[in-house]
């Protein structure tokens, strides 16, 4: 089967299609990759404990797929386009050869020192090309790789690294992102003191900036390649996986305690991730795509990396940010590279629109063909903005609603094919079985409703596990409702079957696009030493989609009342990053509780929201006078 529909009759013929025949469905896509062997089933599943394998006995490697085969068709074609943070630095582009080529080098370097196949390697890199070709070096000798998001903190690094037992860790002396310099390696060093399992740290030279390398444990990655080069190696045979061999571990936020790691696997998450990349992209050869994600996260992961490069496309990577050195930056790397699809965040979006039209106007962007938008749910007025100021009208906006969980996008239109409507995620893709279902799991059907969004069937690119913990990862998506999963999010279907995601409906907030559990904000507040406890909700914030609003109670502060502010924001950061600061801090005396000692988030919720008028029933109050003097005091 072809991978992309051309119309919308075909694709309700697919979608038809994949619901009565997902297994037929499923392998007729999943001939269209290179597998070493293919499989002797198809579909092995239950969603009690929950069991989910896809093409058993297949073996392959994802990057023979992302790169080998390319090598005699599209070998001279860019693979990657780097746009470094200075627009004044010279930007690189790799060829499928250079990147092949680069790829096995950097194989011979990890197993040079010491990698095998199942290990598991932390990579904590800036976006640079290096950290595509260390991802991809990774599953090409089978080991595990786990990408820490560049602006995570040391003690964040630390809780990883020790959850996966990583035995090496991949890293950069530093990176550039708008104005700032940040350290990386100084950063691993920190996090390293935690942890027993880490035997080598490799480092790429960026920035430049001074880092302390101890003997027998850290080595340069150029001194590495280079004793490859030497020795004249330059093809690295793939390491043959079985397709249920696990591929990477990414961490994520959820609604209690630590992050946790979703496990993805090699050949449903190979399949998954190019068939959606190639279908909702409509990609043609030759065109440039420009995910603005960082590799960090799984956008990056599957829309920079495994989806674009596994179906030949060449995909643009940007070490920088949107608005630096002005808020021009993303229209002159359109106009200077000649892109087709641009897929980034409605965060990014309304920023950008907060500048007016002066860094837009002038700017070529007639290659653009394509709009995508992920991470949160998109309000119309940045919809409409991107329609008019960046697609001219005449580019199909994919509003694509997925998660870390899911590998690759789950509802989404499809360009060109169909109709979109702004603020909607619209139809499933093929595969894709969504239900909404009311408090008691029972699905509500029909149109014009809502629920909470949970998918009845698998599909090849979902979790697998959490890694070390598989227990988590049934009680936190496959227990709240029976044989379904769970996605965390509430949903509405208008009156044409069209999906709209309406946001989180547990304790997990979506910060310009990141997902932060507000129990990890609590647990980093409370390690603040004049702090007695503390409760964090999400508010409506303008550019960010959600702020993070922390009541805490600190009765003896030390200092005045701004200066424990700035101690507590800092605590966060270097706890968890700088991404989770709270934006607001109210101290308050005591938080509102239920008689049996529940905090009561819904009314801190309201009151954050701005919304006073309407907290419903309080009469449960331990003490609902908290709440009079909250209300007063709110910021
Ligand atoms: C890919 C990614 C997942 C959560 C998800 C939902 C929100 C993502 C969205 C969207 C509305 C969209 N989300 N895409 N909400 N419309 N198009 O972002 O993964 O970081 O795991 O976040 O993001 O709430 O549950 P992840």
């Known amino acids: ?261 979703v496990v993805h696997t090699c050949g449903g998450y190979m399949v998954y991730t190019g068939y959606t990349f190639a279908n909702v992209f409509q990609y043609q050869t030759g065109e440039v795509h420009f995910c603005t994600a960082d590799i960090g996260w799984i956008t990056g992961h599957s829309y920079i990396v495994y989806g674009p490069l596994s179906q030949g496309a060449t995909a643009l990577m940007f070490e920088g940010i949107p608005t630096w050195p002005d808020a021009g930056r993303l229209w002159n790397i359109v106009q200077k590279f000649k892109v087709n699809i641009l897929y980034t965040a409605p965060t990014a979006i309304r920023s950008l629109m907060g500048y007016g039209d002066g860094p837009v106007a002038g700017k070529d962007l007639s290659s653009l063909t394509k709009l995508g938008s992920v991470g949160e749910p998109i309000n119309e007025e940045a919809w409409h903005w991107f329609d008019d100021k960046i697609g001219h009208n005449k580019c199909p906006i994919v509003d694509t609603w997925w998660q870390t969980e899911n590998g690759g996008l789950m509802i989404s239109p499809i360009a060109n094919v169909t109709p979109t409507k702004p603020g909607y995620a619209t139809l499933p893709l093929p595969g894709v079985q969504p239900v909404l279902v009311d408090e008691n799991g029972k699905e509500i059907e029909g149109n014009g409703v809502s629920g909470n969004l949970c998918i009845k069937f698998p599909w090849p690119g979902m979790l697998r596990t959490t890694y070390g913990d598989h227990e988590r990862c049934r009680t936190t998506y496959f227990a709240t409702y029976q044989n379904m999963y769970f996605t965390g999010d509430g949903c509405l279907r208008d009156e044409d079957g069209y999906y709209r995601i309406t946001g989180r409906v547990d304790d997990v907030l979506n910060v310009s696009g990141h997902r932060i559990g507000t129990a990890e904000v609590e647990n980093a507040i409370n390690m603040h030493s004049d702090v007695v406890e503390s409760a964090v909700v999400g508010y409506p914030h303008d550019i960010k989609g959600q702020g993070v609003y922390a009541f805490v109670v600190c009765p003896n502060m030390h200092g005045n009342d701004n200066l424990t502010r700035k101690d507590i924001t800092m605590t966060v950061s270097r706890i968890i990053g700088p991404i989770a600061k709270p934006d607001k801090i109210q101290f308050v005396s005591g ?35 908290v709440v009079e003097e909250i209300k007063a005091g709110a910021l």
């Open 591 to 625: 938080l509102p509780k239920t008689r049996s000692g529940k905090i009561m988030r819904r009314i801190l919720r309201k009151i954050a929201e701005g919304d006073t008028e309407n907290l419903g029933d309080t009469s449960t109050l331990l003490d609902p006078a």
């Open 1 to 261: 089967m072809n991978l992309q529909v051309k119309s919308f009759e075909e694709y309700q013929d697919v979608y038809n299609y994949s619901l009565s025949e997902p297994e037929k469905f499923w392998a007729e896509i999943a001939e269209n990759f290179l597998w070493r062997k293919k499989w002797d089933q198809v579909l092995e599943w239950n969603f009690k404990e929950p069991q989910i394998k896809w093409f058993l006995g297949a073996k392959l490697n994802i990057t023979e797929n992302c790169i080998d085969r390319h090598l005699d068709t599209l070998g001279d074609k860019p693979a990657i386009i780097w746009e470094p943070n200075d627009p004044e630095e010279d930007h690189r582009i790799l060829s499928y050869k250079q990147l092949h080529q680069k790829v096995c080098q950097f194989s011979h370097v990890l197993q040079n020192n010491g990698v095998k196949k199942g290990d598991r390697i932390c990579i904590y890199m800036p976006m640079v090309p290096e950290l595509a070709i260390a991802v991809l070096a990774c599953a090409r000798v089978g080991a595990i790789h786990s990408v820490v998001f560049g602006g995570f903190s040391a003690q964040s690094i630390a809780d990883r690294i020790v959850d996966a037992e990583c035995s090496l860790v991949i890293t950069s002396d530093g990176g550039f992102r708008g104005n700032k310099e940040t350290p990386m390696k100084s950063v691993i060093d920190d996090a390293l003191v935690q942890c027993r399992s880490v035997k080598k740290v490799i480092v790429l030279t960026r920035s430049r900036t001074p880092v302390s390398m101890l003997k027998g444990r850290d080595v340069w990655w150029e001194d590495e390649v280079r004793k490859v080069e030497t020795n004249g190696l330059t093809d690295f045979p793939a390491v043959e996986m079985d397709a249920e061999d696990m591929l990477f571990i990414l961490y994520t936020s959820g609604s209690t305690g630590k992050p946790k790691g």
